[in-house]
């Protein structure tokens, strides 16, 4: 009996120990979380809850589980306190070995002119992505060329902050293909641009990845 006894006590008192630390870990877990996802870059943050009320767009903050992207949303905005990324899931943005927006990704873009025409001081990042398309090389040039144009799409459109442009390749595919078996609609939503909007140039993102 004696030694059932000690054997409980041994086991009531390591499961207390262990609750403890679990949920102290948890705490721990939950302060990170509320850390990353607190922005204190308000400018990026107004820029964000324009963009999502006028068109919207779906906002996830950095360290926040709560709301997710999906990849039905036409717009879909990541926000941090270094940038706030821009991403569109136009059906189709450019066609193949094309550097010309479609019209329908032209209507998602022109969408979100509104809010950054209202931050004189902040950089705009345009990044083109190419996939599947000839030799490295020219995906290189395709990638370049779509972010040139529509760069100087947003500069015709009244935009005179500054616009930098970068062509990533097929270096950063939104979704990994079968380069084997039929994939249309996959290499179509790699072939696409994606937008970094910055409050200082520190932050610029200089390397694909």
Known sequence: MKNHFYFLIIFIFLYGCSVKTVTYTS????LKKDKESKIDNKVLLDIAK???NNSDATLKIKGDTSSQEKNEDNIALFLTNRYLKISF??????KPSQT?????????IKKIIPALKDKPNIIIQVIGHAYDEDTPKQMQHYSDMRAISVAEMLFNS???QDILAKGCANSIPKRECNLDEPHNLC???NRRV????????DAIITKCR
């Open 100 to 108: 010309n927006l479609s019209d329908e990704a032209k209507y998602y």
């Open 50 to 52: 324009k963009i999502k």
């Open 194 to 201: 994606d937008f970094f909007i910055y409050t200082t140039k």
């Open 89 to 94: 899931n136009a059906r189709e943005m450019f």
């Open 187 to 189: 290499a179509t939503t």
């Open 27 to 30: 705490k721990i877990e939950n």
């Open 158 to 160: 009244g935009l005179k």
